[in-house]
């Protein structure tokens, strides 16, 4: 069992950056893959980024590559969303998931057993 509890959000100007964090509770974290997906007012939540639980390969929605970066650190327990660039479009619920071991799909949410509660992001142009 995991728990999830996300932080970091809050409201930036276009062009700044966010670091949003996810920390687990739990043990074993270590050998879950991570993920963050997003949801803007009115659209269905979108894939973001993910990170495979040995933290060697990192995945990212086209829409976001180059200017997010996840990471992890196994000893905090926590998985880390680096925002930099920011636009109005990436105003949404930021959530983090988890998904012990490897998922069939990284990009799929119902892959995902685990998730956050989420956490606001608005992107002020």
């Known amino acids: 069992q995991v728990q999830l509890v996300e932080s970091g959000g809050g409201l930036v100007q276009a062009g700044g950056s966010l670091r949003l964090s996810c920390a687990a509770s739990?043990?074993?974290?270590?050998?879950?893959?991570m993920a963050w997906f997003r949801q803007a007012p009115g659209k269905e939540r979108e894939f973001v980024s993910a990170i495979r639980w040995r933290g060697l390969n990192t995945y990212y929605a086209d829409s976001v590559k180059g200017r997010f970066t996840i990471s992890r650190d196994n000893a905090k327990n926590t998985v880390y969303l680096q925002m930099n660039s920011l636009k109005p479009e990436d105003t949404a619920v930021y959530y983090c998931?988890?998904?012990?071991?490897?998922?069939?799909?990284?990009?799929?949410?119902?892959?995902?057993?685990?998730w956050g509660q989420g956490t606001q992001v608005t992107v002020s142009s």
């Open positions: 739990g043990r074993a974290f270590s050998s879950y893959s």
């Open positions: 998931a988890a998904k012990s071991l490897d998922p069939t799909s990284l990009t799929s949410e119902y892959e995902y057993g685990y």
